[in-house]
């Protein structure tokens, strides 16, 4: 009971599922999408109707071919090509409007589970907070590709295995006639008798590939996140390849990959044994399927009850009726691949839509738009995820215009107190008021370095056509990357090619080209030695004259391009900003 319930409650599997299916049916792109099902389904049913034709053409051929009759055979033989053709045309037409449809389902999906993903920076969020959804990006890439395309085959499968099951039972009922059994004082006559024995055979293999396969389930579950995080670490490593060199880390790299790799192998080992047992039975099953129907049917025609061709008919009959019952003995391992992927898509939809929810609700920390234009911390604490707590009672104002310099021992929250002043930090309590309506860029240590051409990680937030060719030019010249100039439409892994001071060269280019009305800058400046660090902040002054600078930065020679100074003072307890 307690697995009807999991499976067909309001908040079963089986509930759930249909609501990450519905959207698209009636979104944006149904018209579409109902025109290709339509077309696909046609087609489908077009083969199943080819495959009736066929089954009613082998009754006079074999019967032709029992009597040695050419004239017949050949004429026989040219309606079979005809059938053919046409079984070919439309199981061409099913193949090529399927994939269409799933390419564009998977598109619409893609685009809506990206855009959940990013809006509200609900990506950002759920790295920080434990929600049981690891590796997003496979989930958003292989995840959907799999259930889009395996949901349709199995839907489409289905489909047409059950309208080929209606036309074959009319058709193998009439052939198999009734079976009589001599029992003790009675005759017991079973009406299409093969239809029974069909329907028996199925429920049986149904029945017993549950039984054998269902750890299937659980273990493709697994494999797609131990196969995900073994590919995650790998591509950590790639980005992060001259540290790991410079440390000298590679046996430490090897053993942590080998160790993923091995929760690989001892998972696909379990996988093995499972598929074994289930492809032992299900080939066992297949195979006495094939000499089934002639057991079966033998009787009668050994009694002289049917003719030679109405043996071969009966036989594909049943052989149809089988397949189509046997539907679930024969895509068992699809059904749970397809589960495991859907739990997967499932549990990640669950998690965007909570994230997001909280970030729609007032938080612990209140970002408010402040019609003044000021920037303002009221009564501020913040705490970790874990809940400790890191700074108490910041209070505040910077105005526009203000030029401040924020210092303090490391590890004391002053970049939390910029992730907080920027609206992306959850953990804590108090209010953030911030002027409605400005421009504000904040630069962390380690600016971002997105994939693409020169030009559009210069350019990045904005697309990389928001800027002439000369403008870019001339920001990277004042930052001191003239020799970049010539690479600007060169495409790049460029968090490789550039060092850690030309990245935060390139992170202030960014903020002179878009002109910020307030720029805090996250220690921006702390790879670049003394000279050029000044240089830069003057470069700033004379570039932003009307910019609010906040900097968080240790090198005491900053004094002088700042007039006002917060510093972190930590206590027993929480840090505490003072100054003014």
Same mark, same amino acid.
Request: charged letters at 20%; glycine letters at 8%; zero cysteines.
């Given at each position: ?25 009636? %979104?944006?792109?149904?018209?579409? &999408?109902?025109? =290709? +099902?339509?077309?696909? #389904?046609?087609?489908?049913?077009? @083969? *199943? ?99 889009? %395309?395996?949901?349709?085959?199995? &839907?489409?499968? =289905? +489909?047409?295995?059950? #309208?080929?099951?209606?036309?074959? @039972? *009319? ?119 094939? @000499? ?137 309590r108090g209010r953030v008021r911030v002027p409605a309506g400005a421009r504000v860029m904040f630069l ?137």
């Amino acid at each position: 009971m307690n697995d009807r319930k999991l499976l067909l409650g309001e908040g079963g599997f089986l509930a759930r599922v249909w609501r990450l299916l519905v959207p698209y049916w009636k %979104g944006d792109e149904r018209v579409r &999408a109902w025109l =290709l +099902l339509v077309g696909t #389904v046609a087609a489908a049913l077009g @083969v *199943v109707y080819t495959e009736v034709l066929v089954n009613q053409w082998s009754r006079p051929f074999f019967n032709a071919v029992e009597q040695k009759s050419v004239g017949d055979f050949e004429r026989l033989l040219v309606h079979f090509g005809v059938l053919a053709a046409l079984m070919t045309v439309a199981a061409m037409y099913k193949v090529y409007l399927q994939q269409m449809l799933e390419m564009r389902w998977r598109v619409w999906l893609t685009h809506a589970y990206v855009s959940d993903w990013l809006a509200d920076k609900v990506y950002y969020h759920l790295e920080l907070e434990a929600r049981g959804t690891d590796n997003p990006d496979q989930r958003m890439q292989e995840d959907l590709k799999f259930f889009t %395309g395996v949901t349709l085959d199995l &839907a489409l499968g =289905l +489909l047409a295995s059950f #309208v080929s099951l209606v036309s074959f @039972v *009319v058709i193998l009922w009439r052939l198999s006639g009734t079976l009589v059994l001599e029992l003790p004082g009675a005759a017991v006559g079973i009406p299409g008798y093969m239809v029974w024995a069909a329907l028996g055979y199925a429920i049986a293999g149904s029945v017993l590939s549950h039984f054998i396969g269902r750890p299937l389930i659980a273990l493709n579950f697994q494999k797609q996140r131990l196969e995900a995080d073994f590919r995650f670490a790998l591509v950590r490593l790639r980005e992060n390849a001259e540290g790991a060199a410079l440390y000298g880390g590679e046996a430490r790299e090897k053993a942590g990959l080998f160790a993923r790799f091995e929760d690989i192998r001892r998972n696909w080992w379990r996988l093995m044994r499972y598929t074994r047992r289930l492809t032992a039975f299900r080939t066992g099953y297949n195979q006495l399927a094939v @000499v089934f129907p002639f057991l079966v049917a033998a009787p009668r025609y050994f009694a002289g009850e049917t003719d030679f061709g109405t043996l071969m008919q009966t036989a594909a009959a049943f052989a149809a009726v089988q397949v189509a019952l046997s539907w679930f003995v024969t895509n068992y391992q699809g059904i749970a691949e397809w589960k495991a992927s859907a739990d997967r898509l499932l549990t990640f939809h669950d998690a965007l839509v909570a994230t997001a929810a909280e970030r729609r609700r007032e938080t612990g920390i209140g970002v408010l738009a402040d019609g003044g234009g000021a920037y303002a911390a009221e009564a501020l604490e913040l705490v970790l995820p874990n809940g400790r707590p890191i700074v108490a009672g910041a209070a505040f104002t910077i105005r526009p215009g203000d030029q401040v310099l924020v210092t303090g021992p490391s590890g004391s929250g002053k970049s939390t107190l910029f992730r907080a002043l920027a609206g992306i930090w959850p953990f804590g309590r108090g209010r953030v008021r911030v002027p409605a309506g400005a421009r504000v860029m904040f630069l962390p240590q380690k600016p971002y370095v997105p994939t693409g051409s020169l030009r559009e990680v210069v350019a990045y937030p904005s697309p990389p056509d928001a800027f002439g060719a000369a403008e870019i030019a001339r920001v990277l010249a004042a930052v001191r990357l003239d020799a970049l100039v010539p690479r600007l439409d060169e495409t790049a892994n460029w968090a490789m090619q550039l060092s850690g001071g030309e990245q935060q060269k390139l992170a202030l280019a960014r903020a002179l080209l878009h002109r910020p009305d307030w720029l805090f800058l996250d220690e921006a400046t702390s790879a670049l030695d003394e000279e050029t660090e000044r240089a830069f902040y003057g470069l700033l002054a004379a570039e932003l004259p009307g910019t609010t600078v906040v900097s968080i930065a240790h090198r005491a020679g900053l004094d002088a391009f700042h007039g006002r100074h917060f510093r972190f003072e930590p206590t027993e307890g929480p840090t505490r900003v003072v100054g003014g």
